[in-house]
Structure formats: C-alpha cells, structure tokens
C-alpha cells in the first residue's frame, strides 16, 4: 500500500514568519511530487512541483525533495493570512498501467494569524 | 480563462434519481480524472482515460461509470446516487499522466436529498 504522510496539524504561524509543511512516502520509485493548496469549499491548486533532488524556489514558495530519505516539502515564506489553507502533498504512482495516480496526503491544515 | 470547467457548480438530486456531472478542457491534455472529495479527506480517484484508454479504480463502486466521447469532454455518471455519495467531485487533466501536473476544475458539489 502506497502511502504518503504529512506532518500533523493544524500548523499555525504568525504573519510573515515561514511556515514549513513536511511530507514522506513509501513508494521509493515515485518520481514527481506536487503541492496543491485547498482553501475551504475549493478546489485544489497547483502550488509547486518537483522532480529532482534538492530545492525548487517559485516567489515566496520552496519546494525541496530528497529522495533518498523519501521526504518533500514546501516552506513558505513571509506567510500572508490569504496563505491560510489546505496544504495537499500527492507524489505520481511510478509505474504500472495507470497514467499519472496520485497518491494524496490527508493534507496539513496551515493558519497564519495577524 | 478558465482551463478545466466543470458544470454544474451545484447539483441537488434525489436519492436514486440518476445524475451526470461534465467536465470540458481547453488544453488538449491526453489525460482526464474524477476524483471524489468528502469533508476533511484527501481527493480519491475514481477513474482516468487516457486518450480514450479508460482505467478503473478496483474500488469505485460500480454504480459510477464515465464517458468520454472526445479529448475535450468527459462525464461522470452515477446511476442510483445513495447518501453517501454526496461529496465535492473533480475532475483533472494533465499533459501526460507520469510527469505532467494534474489541473483541477472548481469542482462540482453533490447534494442528495
């Protein structure tokens, strides 16, 4: 059973600090990782995506991967209230016949606060 | 400038009274998902076409069936929906399926009565 864990929230933080949002998965050969950002009653996001090794940067948004530890995340920094969301980690199905399965994380739920 | 449309926005139906969601993109992707989303929970995915190759869930209840009848259209159909399936549904493309990101429509949210 193919698994993807984030870290457990809800994960609050007060504005324009960096909130971190961490993610690992089981399945050792995934090769694509995505972000995707929820606020309530939507639909998700695109936040970030990555495939290789090391640090992606888009704005105020970092992704990092190591798949060596089988860990992602996304940092945040000078987080703004509007940030104030579902933070969904999904890591691509490596292989077999289906084109792109996405297994999700439950998802970290970040608040950030005045 | 929306990419991934969905309609209806809102859908209110009775209890086995038959319903079809649709999804259209403007972005020619190979790929075509459903994916249901109840409160609090992660999106699960129900089925994929890729081009016209459809793959199922093993456990999507069979009471779900989908149609796509070109690359720009897709439908989901539930032919006796129960309470239990009111839930958020929605639909994604991605270029490619493996690689490629996956875009979501607004989705639809399902009401039974």
């Known amino acids: 059973q193919k698994e993807v864990e984030q870290n457990s929230g809800p994960l609050s933080v007060p504005e324009g600090a960096i909130a971190s949002l961490n993610c690992t998965y089981s399945d050792r050969g995934s090769q694509s990782f995505f972000w995707y950002r929820q606020y309530s009653g939507k639909s998700p996001e695109l936040i970030m995506f990555?495939?290789?090794?090391g640090d992606k940067e888009d704005g105020r948004f970092t992704a990092q991967l190591n798949k060596a530890s089988q860990y992602v995340s996304l940092l945040i920094r000078d987080s703004q209230p509007s940030d104030s969301a579902t933070y969904l980690c999904a890591v691509n199905d490596a292989g077999g016949t289906s084109y792109g399965k996405l297994t999700f994380g439950q998802g970290t739920i970040l608040t950030v606060h005045p | 400038d929306a990419m991934v449309i969905q309609n209806p926005r809102y859908q209110v139906t009775q209890f086995g009274k038959p319903v079809t969601l649709s999804c259209s993109q403007t972005?020619?992707?190979?790929?075509m998902y459903w994916y249901q989303q109840k409160s609090s929970q992660a999106p699960k995915l129900l089925f994929h076409?890729?081009?016209?190759?459809?793959?199922n869930e093993a456990d999507t209840p069979d009471n779900f069936q989908s149609r796509r009848p070109n690359t720009s259209f897709c439908f989901l159909d539930i032919r006796s929906p129960g309470l239990g399936d009111a839930a958020m549904y929605l639909c994604?493309?991605?270029?490619?399926?493996?690689?490629?990101?996956?875009?979501f429509g607004d989705g639809t949210r399902l009401s039974i009565l």
């Open positions: 076409y890729y081009d016209k190759d459809f793959n």
């Open positions: 994604a493309t991605s270029r490619d399926g493996r690689y490629q990101p996956q875009h």
């Open positions: 972005l020619n992707h190979n790929v």
């Open positions: 990555i495939y290789s090794n």
